[in-house]
């Protein structure tokens, strides 16, 4: 029983630092989310590009020998 309680007080002493912690957080404003959102989307597009024309280039070339 006396353990039990220990266990609860350490986790509810868990949480409570957890959420103090939480208080002095930066979160970031809609604009940077949006805007860091675009910029991941769009190197994402420009990675999928260069990588097809990548592999276009090897299958060609491959094919080229072997076919």
Not at 16 to 25: I, N, P
Not at 32 to 50: P, R
Request: net charge positive; aromatic share 8%.
């Amino acid at each position: 029983m006396i353990n039990n309680l220990k266990n609860m007080n350490s986790i509810v002493n868990y949480l409570k630092s957890v959420r103090a912690e939480l208080r002095h957080v930066v979160w970031p404003t809609k604009n940077v989310v949006i805007n860091h959102s675009l910029l991941v989307i769009a190197v994402s597009i420009v990675t999928a590009v260069f990588l097809f024309g990548l592999d276009t280039l090897f299958t060609r070339t491959l094919g080229a020998f072997i076919g």
